[in-house]
């Protein structure tokens, strides 16, 4: 997997004026809101820009036994150093004073339709071609160096409990929740930092660390704990008080599901929504619980993150 020190350079900047055609070297590209000028892939779109790397190339050229131009892939920008398909979508590639940010890796082949596919033979932009959307604009040319830098989840899990926090036993919600996060962030190839906090069942403990989490554009908030109807059970009513967006169906589908066979599911209070920029999630408190909430949860939220940073991935 790429890291945050990989430098990689342009090789060729490529254009074309019709989709699905190969695209010829040009001796700079200009870059602004819509992609690149000129270039028939420019609109208010998220696949504004093509790149593939020389490093697709070489293996497709032992396969096809000649030489690959750039361009013959459709790629706007050809690289080299770094492999790039092991990106993910949301990391960003500087190059001077263009800011690119990924947001696709790969696409669906039109095969025999496409006059790529047509004039090479095969396509390998659909396996290893990745795609993105300027962020900041500006002159690309050949031998330009490019700066890769991983976008970083940064999530912050807060366990509620007065007996966990006077040390009367050990939370194990929050650890199952940061377990299960880890697995869904190496699966998508996402960097991430997780954060733990531990507190008692205090309203204004928990909204003081949710309103910094809010105001510091944390990705994601989970909390474990306090979503029954006891006298200290109070965080869906702070998460709610500082949610911008409530995302109802996902706990409703939640509680319903597991409420078909344990009832007692359905009293669990857990809530669902956005709160400034932060995806949030209040759970249950126990390890059985965040199990079933998190496989639920988990089938949603790859979606969410793109509709959430204006990708459409239908």
Not at 290 to 299: A, L, S, V
Request: proline share 4%; aromatic share 8%; with cysteine.
């Amino acid at each position: 997997m790429a890291t945050a020190n990989t430098q990689i350079k342009v090789v060729s900047v490529n254009v074309s004026d019709k989709k699905g055609t190969i695209k010829s070297p040009v001796e700079f590209i200009e870059c602004n809101e819509k992609g690149i000028a000129g270039d028939a892939h420019a609109g208010s779109w998220h696949r504004q820009i093509s790149l593939l790397g020389v490093e697709s190339f070489r293996k497709f050229e032992a396969e096809a036994k000649r030489t690959i131009q750039h361009g013959e892939f459709a790629e706007n920008i050809t690289t080299e150093g770094i492999i790039l398909h092991e990106t993910a979508p949301f990391d960003r590639l500087m190059i001077g004073k263009v800011e690119l940010e990924i947001t696709q890796i790969g696409k669906k082949c039109h095969g025999p339709n496409c006059a790529i596919y047509q004039e090479v033979g095969d396509c390998v932009m659909p396996k290893e071609g990745i795609f993105a959307r300027v962020i900041k604009g500006g002159k690309i040319k050949a031998g330009d160096k490019i700066v890769y830098q991983p976008k970083v989840f940064r999530v912050l899990v807060i366990t509620l409990s007065d007996r966990a926090s006077r040390g009367e036993y050990e939370d194990l919600s929050g650890p199952e929740i940061v377990s299960q996060l880890e697995a869904f962030f190496s699966e998508h190839r996402w960097h991430h930092k997780i954060e733990r906090k531990l507190i008692a069942d205090d309203p204004d403990s928990l909204r003081f660390i949710m309103r910094k989490a809010k105001e510091e554009k944390y990705d994601m908030v989970f909390t474990t704990g306090g979503t029954g109807i006891g006298p200290r059970d109070i965080t869906p009513e702070v998460a709610r008080s500082l949610m911008d967006k409530e995302i109802p169906g996902i706990m409703e589908s939640i509680r319903l599901k597991f409420g078909a066979d344990k009832p007692n599911a359905l009293l669990s209070r857990g809530v669902a929504g956005l709160m400034g920029e932060s995806l949030t999630y209040v759970l249950p408190g126990s390890v059985r619980a965040i199990k079933e909430y998190m496989g639920e949860i988990f089938n949603t939220l790859r979606h969410l993150i793109f509709m959430q940073r204006g990708v459409d991935i239908h």
